[in-house]
């Protein structure tokens, strides 16, 4: 399946694709498992485990998982089986969330940062008179308009 054209709506199969890898990455356990093994050529199942404080048998579970999606490659070496990255793609994603996340986080801190004098003082916020709440919603004021 080739990939849309950025000015051509998404096919459905192809939304589906993508929407299944966003499903396989919105687990927290296989994140850090791609995270583990970016620091590292390979490593097993239990190297894995040990090194996020996990179960053997959960992490091995998400590994399967990373694997059907072709995120992982492994291989076997003598009774170990062997996990790698397969596809790198997936730290770009990461890389692109974790700076979304960041700037969201300065955002919000710059919020509630507090005064000097350590009282909390909100933000001016700047207010249109047209979409003040009681023209938005006649309900507010009381009245129909």
């Given at each position: 399946m080739d990939l849309p054209d950025h000015d051509q709506p998404i096919p459905p199969e192809f939304a589906e694709l993508v929407g299944q890898r966003f499903a396989v990455l919105a687990e927290p356990m296989r994140i850090r498992l791609l995270d583990a093994?970016?620091?590292r050529e390979e490593a097993?199942?239990?190297q894995l485990a040990g090194a996020l404080g996990a179960?053997?048998?959960n992490a091995s579970k998400h590994l399967n998982v990373l694997y059907a999606e072709r995120?992982?490659?492994r291989r076997k070496e003598g009774t170990s089986v062997l996990?790698?990255?397969s596809d790198p793609?997936?730290?770009r994603l990461c890389e692109e969330v974790c700076g979304g996340i960041q700037r969201?986080?300065?955002e919000l801190e710059a919020l509630v940062e507090p005064a000097a004098d350590g009282a909390f003082r909100p933000p001016a916020i700047e207010q249109d008179r047209a979409?003040?709440?009681s023209r938005l919603n006649p309900a507010l004021t009381g009245g129909e308009r």
């Open positions: 093994l970016r620091h097993s199942v239990g179960g053997h048998a995120m992982v490659a996990y790698s990255i793609s997936v730290f969201s986080l300065r979409a003040t709440p």
